[in-house]
């Protein structure tokens, strides 16, 4: 049996569900029952009836899966898959930050710990940011939006709200340029140039559409243009080209790879199935605390 025939094998013998971030490398991909992005994925694990979620993304993600499906094993192949962004706030800085602003209600991008959203009221993703503080917040309420200053200032111009914003941003989507976009342009003027909230608001203000990664997915296929610039990891590529073989799909910038979500390979998913290895632990009481945020938002979903 090879690789892929093994991990089909065993998650049926073990009753496993294979959920996969749309950045994954194409054979995960290929491999995963749900592809998705992070509100997406959320949703399937707190809904699925498998007995072990093995999460193909990163580690927030699979705690997120846990917190929502705490008596199931959720295993995260690679247990070092991180993301940047959500390491550039702690629980305590938040609680410094709180402590400065005690009237503040607290909005997280789902990209941050478990602690972090333990802090927090009411969690978002780039799917559901503006719908969330439209519907969660006052016009009055004095809110704190952590970590992506991008995500922020995309909702914030789309919402007319203001926030008390922290800086943290993508490494990856941070680094794509306004030439990135001007050289695109040039190379194919047809093409609908579509990004992540995570861009610049420079990169941003220069596209046709702004869109969470699965939002990318349906604008795809429900358009009717041909070509299509990503603004996004490039990871998303292999997703829409198997959606729409008969479309074309230029990266707005090749070097928006995120290493973190390229750690887990057919190898690691298949070791973790084997020895259920990489399984996310989280204590009590924080997941109390932070399930709070997460239910909040799924209740707007
Ligand atoms: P999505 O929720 O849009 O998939 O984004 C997750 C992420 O990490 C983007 O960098
Ligand atoms: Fe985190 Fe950026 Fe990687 Fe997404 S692409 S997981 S935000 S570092």
Request: contains cysteine; proline residues 4%.
């Amino acid at each position: 049996m090879n690789l892929v025939e093994r991990i089909r094998e065993l998650k049926k013998q073990k009753r496993a569900v294979i959920l996969a971030h749309n950045y994954q490398l194409p054979e995960i991909q290929d491999a995963a029952d749900y592809l998705g992005d992070s509100l997406g994925l959320s949703i399937k694990a707190s809904e699925t009836d498998a007995d072990i979620i093995v999460f193909c993304g990163v580690k927030f993600m699979a705690q997120t899966a846990k917190m929502l499906s705490p008596d199931k094993l959720v295993l995260l192949p690679d247990i070092d898959a991180g993301c940047p962004m959500a390491d550039m706030i702690t629980a305590s800085e938040l609680e410094t930050l709180k402590f400065t602003h005690p009237d503040a209600k607290v909005l997280c991008y789902v990209n941050t710990s478990a602690e972090v959203k333990a802090y927090s009221d009411i969690c978002c993703t780039s799917a559901n940011s503006v719908k969330i503080v439209r519907k969660a917040f006052l016009k009055e309420d004095e809110v704190i939006f952590v970590p992506d200053k991008n995500l922020a200032l995309y909702t914030k111009r789309e919402t007319g709200r203001d926030f008390i914003i922290w800086d943290g941003y993508c490494p990856i989507h941070a680094d794509i340029t306004e030439e990135n976009v001007e050289r695109a342009r040039r190379e194919h003027p047809d093409a609908d140039l579509i990004v992540h909230p995570e861009c610049s608001p420079e990169v941003i203000d220069l596209a046709d559409g702004v869109y969470s990664t699965s939002g990318m997915s349906r604008y795809v296929k429900e358009s009717d243009k041909e070509s299509f610039i990503i603004g996004t990891e490039v990871g998303m590529l292999y997703r829409l080209k198997e959606d729409n073989p008969q479309k074309e799909f230029y990266p707005l910038s090749e070097k928006a790879v995120c290493l973190d979500m390229k750690k887990i390979t057919l190898e690691r998913l298949l070791s973790s199935l084997e020895d259920e290895s990489g399984s996310i632990e989280l204590e009590v009481e924080i997941v109390e605390r932070a399930k709070g945020s997460i239910d909040r938002m799924l209740k707007y979903r």
